[in-house]
């Protein structure tokens, strides 16, 4: 079984803040998403990252896979209060059916005004 | 464009009661479906999946199933609901392709009384 270990779980910082949040597994993903959700609601893609080492930016987050495609991390400057949420990562199995995306537990993150 | 619906939006149900959740897909054929569940606003874990009407893949034992009559419909089912059935229900779908983005419904908030 594919484990994604997500780091902080609990997130709360002021609003301008930077903050970065983690992704690591020991297995290798044919590629990794990641996802924002709002409460009562499904959550929603905001990267897919595929290449190992690659970086996407998407305004002020950023996303980086690791070289080895076992690990991410989201980077968000000046955080605003509309970047609350809770955080997913989920990777696509490496090899055979890519059918299945296991997600991490997630980061939950609240911006204070 | 594609939309997916799932219902009913809440639900709360005896133990020992049967279930039936429904999702629906429009705008896209032969898509990949999923069932998830999400405990306490947190990780997603995979319940079901499927690629294909009548073929469904289950990941963890336990007290529901699902079913796939048509190409964008699925049912996650129970005869039986315990307490440890509670939770944050979702459908999703995605493209038969490597890399695709899950797309989630609304949600099913399940409460097992």
């Known amino acids: 079984t594919q484990l994604l270990e997500q780091s902080p779980q609990f997130l709360s910082i002021q609003e301008g803040e930077n903050l970065t949040v983690y992704c690591n597994s020991s297995?290798?993903?044919?590629?990794l998403q990641w996802y924002r959700q709002e409460p009562g609601e499904g959550p929603v893609l905001l990267v897919t990252?595929?290449?190992?080492?690659e970086v996407k930016k998407l305004k002020r987050l950023t996303f980086q896979f690791g070289d080895a495609r076992k690990d991410s991390s989201l980077h968000i400057t000046a955080a605003q209060p509309g970047d609350t949420g809770l955080y997913l990562c989920a990777g696509a199995s490496s090899g055979g059916s890519n059918y299945k995306l296991t997600f991490g537990k997630g980061t939950l993150l609240t911006v204070n005004p | 464009s594609q939309t997916i619906h799932q219902w009913p939006a809440t639900l709360v149900q005896p133990v020992g009661s049967p279930l039936s959740l429904e999702c629906t897909v429009e705008g896209t054929s032969n898509p990949n479906l999923y069932w998830y569940r999400q405990a306490a606003g947190r990780g997603l874990q995979l319940l079901f999946y499927?690629?294909?009407?009548?073929?469904i893949s289950s990941e963890v034992p336990q007290n529901l199933s699902a079913s796939r009559p048509q190409d964008r419909q699925f049912i996650l089912s129970s005869k039986k609901l315990l307490l440890s059935d509670s939770g944050f229900y979702l459908c999703?779908?995605?493209?038969?392709?490597?890399?695709?983005?899950?797309?989630f419904g609304e949600g099913s908030r399940l409460t097992v009384l």
């Open positions: 297995s290798v993903f044919s590629s």
């Open positions: 990252v595929v290449t190992g080492g």
């Open positions: 499927s690629v294909g009407i009548g073929q």
């Open positions: 999703a779908w995605r493209y038969g392709r490597l890399f695709g983005e899950l797309f």
